[in-house]
């Protein structure tokens, strides 16, 4: 409960941000990834060990963070009519 008090002032600005410059957008597809780059599976001699999950959803801000690169894409195709499949 207390996390979510000292995170809400970032939560809101993540959520104000406003895309409307393809440079930011494109910097922004770029630099979030488009699934969790944490989800391993771990192997010795082609034998499989261990699973380590996506963690990505325990991150409190994962939610603005996401949201903010569906924008930008949304942008992008439907503002600026670009091909964003190289951003999936």
Not at 12 to 41: G, S, T
Request: include cysteine; aromatic fraction near 10%; glycine fraction near 2%.
């Amino acid at each position: 409960m207390l996390n979510s008090t000292l995170l809400q002032p970032i939560r809101n600005w993540l959520d104000r941000i406003e895309i409307d410059n393809p440079k930011l957008a494109h910097l922004l597809c770029q630099v979030i990834p488009v699934q969790c780059p944490f989800e391993r599976k771990l192997s010795l001699w082609g034998r499989w060990l261990v699973h380590l999950p996506p963690l990505c959803k325990l991150n409190p801000l994962y939610e603005q963070i996401v949201s903010l690169r569906f924008r930008a894409l949304c942008y992008l195709a439907d503002e600026c009519g670009e091909d964003v499949r190289c951003y999936c």
